[in-house]
């Protein structure tokens, strides 16, 4: 019923930048807010940057400074702009949407690597 989508992910040399997308697309819905997730192998998963409805962001320690979380025109997509990318970045980032009323939607992830 809700269905997200990231793109953008690839292979990147430290130093260098990417812009992730996450669509979020499905029947009537209002999401509270947006997360951008990664996971490496043998890692938990960590949030690395949220949004929310009202355009609050939040980051975690690790990347702020280089990411920023954005909000699409459309209001359905939310982008990651990913600079200054470190070997350390390499993992499958996904997005989350907390949709109100229905509950927490992921999409498959896209991966991101980040070596010389």
Request: hydrophobic share 35%.
């Amino acid at each position: 019923q809700v269905h997200l989508v990231e793109s953008g992910g690839g292979l990147v040399q430290p130093g260098g930048s990417l812009r992730l997308s996450c669509t979020v697309s499905g029947s009537i819905f209002i999401i509270s807010a947006v997360g951008w997730y990664r996971q490496a192998p043998g890692k938990q998963r960590e949030v690395v940057a949220g949004i929310t409805s009202g355009d609050m962001t939040n980051y975690a320690d690790s990347v702020k400074g280089r990411f920023t979380i954005s909000r699409g025109n459309a209001k359905n997509t939310v982008y990651l702009q990913m600079n200054s990318l470190k070997p350390e970045d390499t993992a499958v980032y996904s997005c989350n949407a907390d949709v109100v009323a229905m509950g927490n939607y992921w999409g498959q992830g896209t991966k991101v690597t980040v070596s010389s």
